[in-house]
């Protein structure tokens, strides 16, 4: 069985920018936002990977 992590937290998001905490912080922050008002449930400090690759690359990643 194959362990997936499928979200990403802060520290996640400051590793793959090359940023501080507080600055990958608040890029959740509004990604998170964004997820809300189109009816998501969303978890402060954390972003669905499918969701960052999208928005940060412009690409779909399969899970599974």
Do not use: F
Not at 34 to 39: F, H, I, M, R, V
């Amino acid at each position: 069985m194959v362990n997936y992590q499928y979200m990403m937290n802060t520290e996640d998001v400051a590793k793959e920018l090359n940023c501080s905490k507080s600055h990958a912080y608040k890029i959740v922050k509004e990604l998170n936002k964004k997820l809300a008002e189109q009816g998501y449930i969303t978890m402060a400090g954390r972003i669905p990977k499918v969701y960052w690759a999208k928005k940060m690359y412009g690409y779909e990643l399969s899970v599974g």
